[in-house]
């Protein structure tokens, strides 16, 4: 008598469902996704003057990014296409994101939203918010009198 291997879903009413379920994620991980949304990662530093926002975009051109302030809101739009492989070529991973994403952060009523500027070099944009001129801190000497 052969030794057979039990298996508690190896009968016919589980082998077929769980197969299915199991090709589905397979495929939903190995297939490459265009539209997964995902967001570019953000740093954010205060100083004396300013707000500095820098926004990871690698291997995005600037023509597919909008900036927008409205309403004491900043918001960053834009999108990473995905290159089609040539026939011939194929990929074997695939794990970046790709599509468009959104980012919007609130800004405080010390920011100056009229000189706003942006730049973009290697990758990363870097949008400087300048403080209103009465948001600055200032330093005031106080004279103490008495014995």
Aim: aromatic residues 8%.
């Amino acid at each position: 008598m052969a030794i057979v291997r039990y298996g508690p879903f190896d009968t016919a009413e589980f082998s077929t469902p769980l197969r299915l379920f199991q090709d589905a994620v397979t495929r939903l991980f190995s297939e490459p996704v265009t539209t997964r949304p995902w967001a570019p990662s953000v740093d954010i530093q205060e100083t004396e003057n300013e707000l500095v926002l820098k926004a990871d975009l690698p291997d995005i051109e600037m023509k597919d990014v909008d900036i927008q302030i409205e309403q004491d809101t900043l918001t960053l739009r834009g999108e990473r296409k995905f290159e089609k492989a040539d026939k011939g070529q194929g990929y074997h991973r695939i794990e970046r994101s790709y599509g468009q994403f959104v980012r919007c952060f609130s800004l405080p009523e010390t920011v100056d939203t009229e000189k706003v500027k942006a730049d973009y070099k290697r990758g990363v944009l870097t949008v400087t918010l300048p403080k209103k001129e009465v948001a600055k801190p200032k330093s005031v000497k106080v004279q103490v009198t008495g014995e």
